[in-house]
């Protein structure tokens, strides 16, 4: 992360005459690309700060991008490890596991929409009804005549 002084801060420094000085265009990358000198992973655009920087190389990651026998190790090994994750997902696809894991997974989200739709709704100051009213169904058609409001049709007159 790059250190930027205020026009204030680098005043107050010419003042004191201090032995910190910023340079200009001296803030450097912010980011890099690190490798694992084992595999060959690359990974390209992760922060070189030096929290960052530690806890990468603590980790065995190299600064810099991979050799090319590393990288060509790496991409050789590629279809092997794709092969093997579609078998995993395959075979979790078809256990009993993925099923019960679907339904539980089905149940938290319509619980999550239905808590969320609560919460929009309580936030607009709409009431929410506690039970939703029971509705019969009018029937359609009778034995022999169909049923038809006369509100819905005023002009329309049954013959018997």
């Not at 910023?22 to 490798?35: I, K, M, Q, T, V």
């Not at 009018?138 to 022999?144: F, L, V």
Request: proline share 9%; no cysteine; charged share 30%.
């Amino acid at each position: 992360m790059p250190i930027s002084l205020t026009p204030q801060e680098k005043a107050r420094l010419e003042r004191e005459d201090s032995l910190i000085r910023p340079l200009d265009g001296a803030n450097g990358a912010e980011s890099a690309a690190y490798h694992n000198p084992q595999t060959g992973q690359e990974f390209p655009n992760l922060p070189v700060d030096p929290r960052a920087l530690m806890r990468y190389l603590r980790r065995g990651l190299m600064l810099g991008p991979a050799s090319p026998e590393l990288k060509a190790k790496w991409l050789a090994t590629a279809a092997e490890r794709a092969a093997a994750d579609d078998a995993r997902v395959a075979e979790y696809e078809d256990s009993d596991q993925h099923q019960r894991d679907q339904a539980v997974q089905d149940g938290r989200f319509k619980d999550a929409v239905a808590a969320a739709v609560t919460q929009v709704l309580e936030k607009l100051g709409i009431d929410i009804p506690i039970e939703p009213p029971k509705t019969v169904d009018a029937p359609t058609e009778s034995d022999t005549k169909r049923v038809v409001s006369q509100a819905s049709r005023p002009d329309l007159h049954l013959v018997e």
